[in-house]
């Protein structure tokens, strides 16, 4: 029996120091559209050669092409992890999920790029699920060097994905 496909798509953060930005696409047997959540929303700072550049974001043009975000999730309020949300969020309208100091954190973010009014922003604490669409995620806390960082299990019909953060 066929329950559809799951696609981990890195847009960042893979083989560098920033850009975290990971996407978990669910595609439902017989669909044509996926579902897709994001983990973390990166920035990177430049390279000495990266004359006159101030910082580095994901490139965006995969999700502009599928236009299937549901929501963003944060593991912890780095800015390798949180400094790209607000370029995100001037393209695509969805709720962000993070803990309350990372949250805390966005919120000055969102103030300076004049995002606040517009972003749906969910507060989650370890141990408690909350479903996104078709995912079930789950906080998990972990150790890191800034306090309330998690790790995410995150749910979905075809079985459980471990995300570290």
Not at 79 to 105: C, K, M, Q, S, W
Not at 106 to 134: A, C, I, S, Y
Not at 138 to 162: M, N, R, Y
Request: aromatic content about 8%; overall charge negative; some cysteine.
């Amino acid at each position: 029996m066929n329950h559809g496909t799951i696609r981990i798509v890195p847009l960042g953060g893979l083989g560098e120091i920033g850009l975290n930005f990971m996407l978990v696409e669910y595609w439902p047997a017989g669909s044509e559209e996926p579902v897709a959540i994001a983990v973390d929303c990166g920035l990177m700072f430049p390279e000495r050669e990266m004359l006159g550049i101030d910082i580095v974001i994901p490139d965006f043009s995969y999700l502009r092409e599928k236009n299937h975000l549901k929501a963003v999730v944060f593991t912890h309020g780095h800015e390798d992890h949180i400094g790209a949300l607000p370029y995100l969020l001037r393209e695509f309208n969805v709720p962000v999920y993070g803990t309350p100091f990372t949250l805390g954190l966005l919120h000055d973010k969102l103030v300076e790029h004049n995002l606040l009014t517009k972003t749906e922003l969910h507060e989650f604490r370890p141990r408690q699920p909350w479903t996104v669409g078709p995912f079930t995620l789950e906080g998990i806390h972990v150790t890191h060097s800034i306090v309330d960082a998690v790790a995410l299990a995150i749910g979905t019909p075809l079985g459980t994905i471990l995300h570290t953060g």
